[in-house]
């Protein structure tokens, strides 16, 4: 073929496909003209298109190109392949390079990849997302952590942070990037303090927090409620909770299994007597969903409420801001005398008063379902359900009086 024989096929308009000569083709479709090079592989025909079509490439162009993919094949090179490394697959941007680590390192392998993938959709992305991978620097990072240390989420910026140092040592082991620009940044950057938290609720502010839980149903929902009254009598962890599902419950049994995570194994919980009319209401409040807190809103990742509701919740009571469009609420917990505290502190309040109540430390931290150290954890594999079940109901015979009967109100 000439040159005005491809110039005919093009003012023809119709899809062709045309040999040139020596594996080279012309191609015609939906009015785009392009070209492409057929050859053979370790025993195997492959295609490869050329990356400039028809016209800003001519015909003597293709040529050219052709002749040299005929000569990396001649000398053991499969063109096809190199273009994919040369490409990284595609990988050019943060956004391409996310895509990329977290549909294979993350989504199939880690029990909650949803909290990996929201914290970089509402915090990265927009900040880092469209910027070329190999352009991305140490003060890049630094800049993108500053702005969400100013958002005020210490806990957001240390995952991001995490999700940035795991993605782009993701990029070096696929050879794309040669260094990690946030290698070196630590808790220390994104405003976290490595003092342990020791806050813990007092009976009195018990009694008052939920007091005002109860008073602001308008702000505080009736299944924030709940769910407090829950994580305070049973000391789980607030993503167990709100991730649960009713077959994990035997209501027969009064057990809540929980199955093993990133953080914990498996265990069963015993809820007591006091508790089971917050678990009925939670069954009518349902409304057949096979979540015990189906989201409240329809979306595509969950079926079960965000992990940031209750933290929101609880934020909105101290007059912190959390909704942008929105001007924050006044501090009604600290005017009711309640210092500030976050949902995890209710899981150290709750082992506080395991403490309080002369529960062995054994059975105590086995209701927290942390490891027995040492010796005791290699030979007492006991479960201790028994001697758990009357710890919960302890607890829940102290918290009655402070919470006017639970969940029966």
């Not at 709940?226 to 027969?252: N, V």
């Not at 069963?268 to 089971?276: C, F, G, K, R």
């Not at 409240?296 to 965000?306: A, L, N, Q, T, V």
């Not at 506080?352 to 040492?374: S, V, Y």
Request: net charge positive; charged share 30%.
């Amino acid at each position: 073929m000439n040159s005005s024989q491809i110039k005919a096929l093009v003012r023809a308009g119709e899809d062709v496909r045309k040999s040139v000569g020596d594996g080279l083709y012309f191609r015609v479709e939906q009015g785009t003209a392009s070209w492409f090079v057929r050859y053979t592989y370790a025993g195997r025909r492959k295609t490869i298109t050329l990356p400039e079509g028809y016209p800003i490439c001519s015909l003597a162009d293709a040529k050219i190109q052709a002749a040299a993919i005929r000569s990396k094949v001649k000398n053991g090179i499969d063109p096809q392949l190199e273009r994919r490394r040369e490409s990284g697959g595609l990988i050019h941007t943060v956004d391409d390079l996310f895509n990329d680590w977290f549909q294979r390192s993350v989504k199939s392998q880690v029990k909650h990849p949803g909290n990996d993938e929201r914290v970089y959709r509402n915090h990265i992305k927009s900040r880092l997302g469209k910027y070329s991978i190999r352009d991305i620097t140490p003060i890049d990072i630094r800049t993108a952590l500053d702005e969400l240390r100013k958002i005020g989420n210490k806990t957001t910026a240390s995952r991001a942070l995490s999700i940035l140092k795991r993605m782009f040592n993701h990029g070096i082991k696929l050879n794309l990037v040669t260094s990690n620009p946030a290698i070196h940044f630590t808790g220390v950057d994104v405003g976290q303090n490595y003092e342990p938290r020791k806050r813990f609720l007092s009976l009195d502010e018990i009694r008052s927090a939920f007091t005002v839980f109860r008073d602001n149903q308008d702000i505080f929902t009736r299944d924030n409620y709940l769910a407090f009254l829950l994580l305070i009598h049973l000391g789980c962890r607030k993503t167990e909770i709100t991730s649960s599902r009713w077959e994990q419950i035997d209501l027969e049994n009064q057990t809540w299994f929980f199955p093993e995570n990133k953080t914990s194994k498996p265990i069963t919980v015993p809820i007591p007597d006091q508790l089971m009319p917050v678990i009925e209401e939670l069954r009518v409040r349902c409304a057949g969903s096979q979540c015990v807190f189906p989201a409240r809103r329809r979306s595509k990742r969950r079926e079960y409420i965000s992990d940031d509701t209750l933290n929101h919740a609880l934020a909105k009571l101290f007059g912190q801001k959390v909704d942008s469009k929105k001007q924050p609420y006044p501090n009604v917990l600290g005017s009711a005398g309640v210092d500030y505290f976050t949902v995890q502190d209710l899981r150290r309040t709750y082992r506080t008063l395991l403490a309080q109540l002369k529960i062995p430390d054994n059975i105590a931290e086995r209701c927290l379902n942390h490891e027995l150290r040492g010796v005791l954890k290699v030979y007492n594999q006991h479960d201790y359900l028994e001697e758990r079940r009357e710890a919960n109901t302890k607890v829940a015979e102290l918290l009655e009086p402070l919470l006017h009967g639970g969940g029966n109100e």
